[in-house]
């Protein structure tokens, strides 16, 4: 029988004959979402001999044992991010040095977790159903929700819709402006009528002609949006954001973040080429790069970066790499809370990732696991404390 590289390496450790390149690169695989259902069955399998061997130790033996890993002290410098793992992978990884620990304080952890309260236990995930309205030129407002699969929103423009998607189907030679809005816990997508795909993130907003009959192809946007661009060489596609901010583009893909509440505007290039216009400036960006605009002195700063994270909300995932206020912000748009401090909040940066159909008490329970944070839930208000 064929054993996966994962195994073997699982067994090696478990076995205590792992050379230190192997603890390496088994420690590395252990964060990797892809191994977790194996890891998940070789715990469960450890688990089961256990029972049967009748070989754990006592639940209040493995309760203090357990609770040393989960508080072991984070070695992370200030600079450096502190990861976010999920319990159940904390005591996996403890599998590597303690057998007993490992399945004592794994079969300790399925009893806990059952009986544990979770600190917002109040706030879920966001129901399923997507949350968007549509303004049309004459400021008649259609709940997305609650519209017909087919809408005629003009004379010569006709919208269809399917699901959380609509798409433009536009024979008209005097468009108006369409504004597409999302709430709180809400994203949606629309197909433009020169073709162009746009997802909007939860608070979220579009605005657009209802045909593209000028020189350009312009937009304006508020939150964030991911664009895929119709290539149409002949007639730049341009996005605007409310501030003294452009991006110019013939075709590409790129996600533009632009929330009122954030410091900087940051558009996230994945394929082909775009200038960014800030004032007088004006800088050319390439794929795998990030471009940052301040909003109070308008300038840019491009840099290499992880793009796909700052997708990841088009795919439903959290892909979280910074400081506490800037994960809050992010949490309360989504799971529509409001957010207060007290005392002096950690200046940390926290690297983790997480479903957006977790529930927030989940994730926030994780973020306390790292003993840099606390959190308080009253009603819709989430205290953050030291």
């Known amino acids: ?77 200030p600079d450096t991010p502190v990861k976010i793992m999920p319990v159940w992978k904390r005591v996996a990884i403890a599998a590597c040095a303690l057998t ?14 059952v009986r ?28 997305l929700e609650q519209s017909d699969t087919t809408m005629n929103v003009q004379n010569g423009v006709s919208v269809n819709r399917q699901g959380n998607l609509i798409s433009y189907n536009s024979n008209t030679t005097t468009p108006t402006i369409n504004t597409i809005y999302t709430n709180k ?11 162009t795909k746009a997802w909007l993130n939860a608070a979220s907003s579009i605005r657009f002609p209802t045909a593209f009959k000028d ?15 119709a290539m149409q060489p002949n007639q730049p596609f341009i996005v605007k954001t409310n ?5 110019a583009v013939l075709g590409t893909h790129f996600n533009v973040m632009a929330y009122e509440e954030e410091n900087n505007i940051c558009t996230s290039l994945l394929e082909g080429a775009v200038n960014i216009i800030s004032g007088t400036s004006v800088r050319r960006m390439q794929p795998g790069q990030q471009a940052l605009v301040n909003r109070e002195h308008n300038g840019i700063s491009i840099s290499n970066a992880d793009v796909s994270a700052a997708i990841a909300w088009k795919d439903g995932r959290f892909e979280f790499n910074g400081n506490i206020k800037t994960i ?17 909040i950690t200046g940390k940066s926290f690297a983790g ?11 926030l329970h994780q973020l306390e696991l790292t003993g840099s944070i606390h959190f308080r839930i009253t009603d819709k208000t989430i205290t953050v404390s030291p």
């Not at 049967?52 to 989960?70: C, F, H, K, R, V």
């Not at 304006?220 to 664009?227: H, S």
């Not at 501030?243 to 991006?247: C, E, L, V």
């Not at 990732?353 to 994730?363: A, C, M, P, T, V």
């Open 1 to 77: 029988m064929t054993v996966s590289r994962f195994r073997y390496l699982f067994n090696r450790h478990y076995s205590g004959q792992s050379t230190p390149e192997e603890q390496q690169e088994f420690m590395f695989l252990v964060e990797k979402a892809e191994h977790d259902e194996e890891l998940k069955q070789l715990l469960d399998d450890l688990l089961q001999a256990a029972d049967d061997n009748n070989s754990a130790m006592p639940d209040d033996t493995a309760a203090n044992m357990l609770q040393q890993i989960m508080n072991t002290p984070s070695e992370n410098t």
């Open 185 to 195: 816990g809400g994203t949606y997508q629309v197909v433009l009528p020169d073709g």
């Open 116 to 143: 544990d309260i979770p600190v917002a236990s109040s706030h879920p995930a966001p129901p399923k159903n997507e949350r968007a309205r549509l303004v049309l030129g004459d400021n008649s407002v259609i709940d």
């Open 243 to 247: 501030t003294n901010m452009k991006i």
């Open 353 to 363: 990732s997480f479903s957006r159909e977790d529930s927030l008490s989940d994730i």
């Open 328 to 344: 809050m912000r992010e949490l309360a748009r989504w799971y529509d809370v409001q957010v207060a401090y007290e005392g002096e």
């Open 100 to 113: 007993a620990v490992a399945v004592a304080g794994y079969k300790l952890y399925i009893k806990s977790s």
């Open 215 to 229: 020189s350009t192809r312009e937009v304006t946007i508020q939150g964030e949006v991911y664009f895929e661009i």
